[in-house]
């Protein structure tokens, strides 16, 4: 079946440094993953769209790169501050309908 | 102005009553859809529309059923609610279809609890 897999754990992160989720994937083949952010009592907001021949993608301080040899996209937020605290999904196409991760919950900390 | 807007934002009813959210979005876009979001946090879609014509139609109970009666607009009524309902329903939209390249612009959400 397919799965689509995030740190189901909160990354607590100090202020300033690198915070990196993993999206891992199984029965996919997706031309594109996207990445959300979400928070709470909101619906989730596009980030960062990285296609299968793309390694990596950036914008501004995220950068997104994407292995569909180790079925995996890493989510990288550098330089990071309280204000990036929130629930980061990624999503793959399946068939014409994006499927979601579970998100994972980003807290930074002054 | 909110692109993608939903509403009620809070809905509390007891089981077996008959609800309806409603959805507009102002971007233009040529596809709605509803997604549920469960306790565990899991976006998953019910149903998506293209131009008024429904696209997807995801293993859902037929107490919910999606109307829309224009390419802004995209309801969601639910009969006879369940416990079980209770959960975040999000609307959004895409500017084409449900192609991997479309990014998606959501609602606020409406929190559905059943009691």
């Known amino acids: 079946s397919q799965k689509i897999e995030q740190n189901s754990e909160a990354l607590n992160i100090q202020e300033g440094k690198t915070a990196t989720l993993t999206c891992n994937y199984t029965n996919y083949s997706p031309a594109y993953l996207q990445w959300y952010r979400q928070d709470p009592g909101r619906g989730p907001v596009f980030l960062l769209l990285?296609?299968?021949?793309?390694k990596e993608k950036r914008k501004e301080r995220l950068k997104v790169t994407f292995d569909t040899t180790l079925k995996q996209s890493l989510f990288h937020i550098t330089a990071s501050q309280p204000a990036d605290s929130a629930t980061y999904l990624c999503?793959?196409?399946?068939?014409?309908?994006?499927?979601f991760g579970a998100g994972t919950q980003v807290v930074v900390t002054p | 102005d909110t692109a993608v807007s939903q509403t009620p934002k809070y809905l509390v009813t007891q089981m077996g009553n008959d609800k309806s959210i409603k959805c507009e979005q102002n971007?233009?876009?040529?596809?709605m859809y509803w997604y549920k979001q469960d306790s565990k946090k899991f976006l998953k879609i019910m149903f998506s529309?293209?131009?008024?014509?429904?696209?997807i139609n995801e293993t859902v109970p037929n107490r919910f059923s999606p109307k829309s009666p224009d390419k802004a607009h995209l309801n969601l009524h639910i009969n006879s609610l369940e416990l079980g309902d209770s959960a975040v329903y999000f609307c959004a939209s895409s500017s084409a279809g449900a192609q991997a390249n479309e990014k998606l612009f959501f609602g606020s959400g409406t929190q559905l609890s059943v009691l």
């Open positions: 529309y293209n131009n008024k014509e429904l696209i």
């Open positions: 971007l233009g876009h040529d596809t």
């Open positions: 999503a793959l196409d399946s068939w014409g309908k994006f499927q």
């Open positions: 990285i296609r299968e021949n793309e």
